[in-house]
Nanobody, 117 residues
């Protein structure tokens, strides 16, 4: 049973930084794409950044130049370094990992990021 667990959320002032970390455990396979979505109440869950196991990355436009996604394939972990945070970055951030054999996308339970102005 694959489990995805996030850590590192919290409260920060605008302009500050946070680092989110996520580990996918319980899989004998290296996850395919891993990454982060975020969601605010009343809105859909939107993609923030993704990383393929080959190292290709994607960032949604609002975070380009401020957020950096990185992976440790040996540990099936993915991190999101968030700099120059803005109040509009406030959301619950969800990590996901795509299991290669079944194609199943596994989600974490989410971690709250709050940016005060």
């Amino acid at each position: 049973q694959v489990q995805v667990v996030e850590s590192g959320g919290g409260l920060v002032q605008a302009g500050g930084s946070l680092r989110l970390t996520c580990q996918a455990s319980g899989s004998i396979y290296l996850m395919n794409t891993m990454g982060w979505y975020r969601q605010v109440p009343g809105n859909e869950r939107d993609v923030v950044a993704t990383s393929s196991r080959g190292g290709s990355t994607y960032y949604t436009d609002p975070v380009k130049g401020r957020f950096t996604i990185s992976r440790d394939n040996a540990k099936n972990t993915v991190s999101l370094q968030m700099n120059s945070l803005k109040p509009e970055d406030t959301a619950v951030y969800y990590c996901f990992g795509d299991q290669p054999v079944t194609g199943t996308r596994y989600w974490g339970k989410g971690t709250q990021v709050t940016v005060s102005s």
